[in-house]
T-cell receptor
């Protein structure tokens, strides 16, 4: 069973730039969600994708956007990067066909905005 | 608004001792309460989870105690080992949806 994989592992961007982070869900999982984890804090829900559509969003501005592809993989895009966007970005997958299927997280992408 | 409050922020325990982490929640719509363990450079890994219809769940050295009336739950790590040194997060999820609301985390250090 292949777990959740994310790429790249680390990324350095300049304020104002745009970034795309990628995630492959665990095999058998059709729902993907993204979380932002600032240093020393718990993860914060950004949004969730199911059937290639966003179906839940946390308190993040529209410059955070995403995609889900037919193979259930996903992308997180962040435009107009700000210094406060520096964080670990976590992707998690689960199965909508299993009641209360737990979320499985990848190891994240460490984004540094300078 | 912090919907899940976790304490302490950090704790140090001797090898063989008991680590206790507490969480309190506000939203009664939460019906699933997992605990995650996170090592540096890694993503959170599910440790153990409980639903509010039971008061306690044990898996190996890890036990969750749940008090529905007080809206509190806790993680007990028995016979703590140096390999348990990590950050632990409690979380909560509503009946509808998969969104997890996390606590702020507890950094546990087990001294040999």
């Amino acid at each position: 069973e292949t777990g959740v994989t994310q790429s790249p592992t680390h990324l350095i961007k300049t304020r104002g730039q745009q970034v795309t982070l990628r995630c492959s869900s665990q095999s058998g999982h059709n729902t993907v969600s993204w979380y932002q984890q600032a240093l020393g804090q718990g993860p914060q829900f950004i949004f969730q994708y199911y059937r290639e559509e966003e179906n839940g969003r946390g308190n993040f501005p529209p410059r955070f956007s995403g995609l889900q592809f037919p193979n259930y993989s996903s992308e997180l895009n962040v435009n107009a990067l700000e210094l406060d966007d520096s964080a670990l970005y976590l992707c998690a997958s689960t199965s909508s066909t299993q009641e209360k299927s737990p979320l499985h997280f990848g190891n994240g992408t460490r984004l540094t905005v300078t | 608004q912090q919907q899940v409050k976790q304490s302490p922020q950090s704790l140090i325990v001797q090898k063989g001792g008991i680590s206790i982490i507490n969480c309190a929640y506000e939203n009664t719509a939460f019906d699933y309460f997992p605990w995650y363990q996170q090592f540096p450079g890694k993503g959170p890994a599910l440790l153990i989870a409980i639903r509010p219809d039971v008061s306690e769940k044990k898996e190996g050295r890890f036990t969750i105690s749940f008090n529905k009336s007080a809206k509190q739950f806790s993680l007990h790590i028995m016979d703590s080992q140096p390999g348990d040194s990590a950050t632990y997060f409690c979380a909560a999820r509503k009946a509808a949806g998969n969104k997890l609301t996390f606590g702020g985390g507890t950094r546990v250090l087990v001294k040999p």
